[in-house]
């Protein structure tokens, strides 16, 4: 009997965490269902914990053979679509690619703190570049010279590691936030953030972001 996917995911508007796993699940190409909490609600909290005592979106859950995993944290997701859909290449082929690629994912995970505060996930909307401290600008500077050398290596006209990977999973919300706030961009690097807005699983999540602003979700 084939696994039942359940991704519970946050406000898509504002979720960046669940926007991450989202994207691998659509390039791993498997049926899921979702479960959308609203965020920054009384009750968020309590909602959240019915699904994961962490008490943070997003949240996997794999029921196969009677039995059901749970798995939260973003990147712990991708991981773990990657072993059990080794054919979506989640990752790349070749171990030092591999191994570059885990860095690049590990630090969006784990770093741009200042980013995060100063562009916080608004995905449905275009603001005005806010003013922005100087440690915001050297993490986007770090993310722009990071974007190139990838780009630079894979060629022309594709994604950070040739084929859509994890990478590029963890670097979504950043597209978003950049295109949100109207942060510049040199040409190769717009080309990028073009075509991964072009992705079907990101057009269909901005048609959900859209609709939940259009209700005063978000």
Known sequence: MAAHYTLILGTKNLSSWSLRPYLAMRA???????????????????????????????????????????????????????ERH???????????????????????HSGFPDLRRTLSMDFARVHATPEMTADTKAQIVRIIEAWTSALSRAGAGVFLFGHFSIADCMYAPVVSRFLTYGVELPPALRAYCARMMALPAMQDWARAAQAEVDAGLA
Not at 86 to 108: G, I, Q, T
């Open 28 to 82: 791993a190409a498997v049926p899921f269902e979702e479960i959308v909490i609203r965020l920054d609600q009384p009750d968020s909290k309590a909602q959240i914990l019915k699904h994961s005592a962490a008490g943070k979106v997003p949240v996997l859950k794999i029921v196969e053979n009677g039995r059901t995993a749970t798995i939260w944290d973003s990147l712990a997701i991708c991981e773990t679509l990657a």
């Open 86 to 108: 080794p054919a979506a290449k989640l990752w790349p082929d070749d171990a030092d690619e591999r191994a570059l690629a885990r860095a690049y994912v590990s630090e969006m």
